[in-house]
T-cell receptor, first 116, second 115 residues
Framework: GAVVSQHPSRVICKSGTSVKIECRSL??????MFWYRQFPKQSLMLMAT?????????EQGVEKDKFLINHASLTLSTLTVTSAHPEDSSFYIC????????????FGPGTRLTVL | AQSVTQLDSQVPVFEEAPVELRCNYS??????LFWYVQYPNQGLQLLLK??????LVKGINGFEAEFNKSQTSFHLRKPSVHISDTAEYFC?????????????FGGGTRVLVKP
């Protein structure tokens, strides 16, 4: 199956700093990538849909100025958490759509962000 | 809009016993249905999916699910679980056909397999 990677897998940062998370589709081109946030023992919450070469579409309640998404190529999308605070600590997961007949989404392994 | 309800937040089960995880959905349009598994501190892995055709879908690791349109359900089953099946399971739906359609997830069911 198609492979999606995320980097870093874990990151710890100080409050007020910015953190960039990368999502890559390794063996296919992804016109659409999705960013999710998952709190402990909860389901995935979609944050935004990222389309290559255009602005991301954010879900209601997600601050676009705080969670900057860039999808500069067909294999890379980045999520930057700006001026991070402890409440931003979470598990962030991306997925990439293969664009095949059924447009299946493939998920990355996730990034654990801890803001001190 | 779509919504997904997983009726059981936790399911304890003994090793080699059968397990069923319930999933009901609501949608005004046709949807595809999915079951994913998540092991601790990992992303999601697709177990199986229903797109069309036979309502009984077989997936990886011995799991299967049955789509019931009249009851808007997509319950997941495994006849005999292993310790390694301990994980979080998510049911999800998305609108058919169009690209870029987002998945809507249920709240998840935590399966704990006991020896």
């Amino acid at each position: 199956g198609a492979v999606v990677s995320q980097h870093p897998s874990r990151v710890i940062c100080k409050s007020g700093t910015s953190v960039k998370i990368e999502c890559r589709s390794l063996d296919f081109q992804a016109t659409t990538m999705f960013w999710y946030r998952q709190f402990p023992k909860q389901s995935l919450m979609l944050m935004a849909t990222s389309n290559e070469g255009s602005k991301a579409t954010y879900e209601q309640g997600v601050e676009k100025d705080k969670f900057l998404i860039n999808h500069a190529s067909l294999t890379l999308s980045t999520l930057t958490v700006t001026s991070a605070h402890p409440e931003d600590s979470s598990f962030y997961i991306c997925s990439a759509e293969s664009g095949g007949a059924m447009n299946e989404q493939f998920f990355g392994p996730g990034t654990r962000l801890t803001v001190l | 809009a779509q919504s997904v309800t997983q009726l059981d937040s936790q399911v304890p089960v003994f090793e080699e016993a059968p397990v069923e995880l319930r999933c009901n959905y609501s949608s005004s349009v046709s949807v595809y249905l999915f079951w994913y598994v998540q092991y601790p501190n990992q992303g999601l892995q697709l177990l199986l999916k229903y797109l069309s055709g036979s309502t009984l879908v077989k997936g990886i690791n011995g799991f299967e699910a049955e789509f019931n349109k009249s009851q808007t359900s997509f319950h997941l089953r495994k006849p005999s679980v292993h310790i390694s099946d301990t994980a979080e399971y998510f049911c999800a739906v998305r609108r058919t056909k169009a690209a870029g359609n987002k998945l809507t997830f249920g709240g998840g069911t935590r399966v704990l397999v006991k020896p």
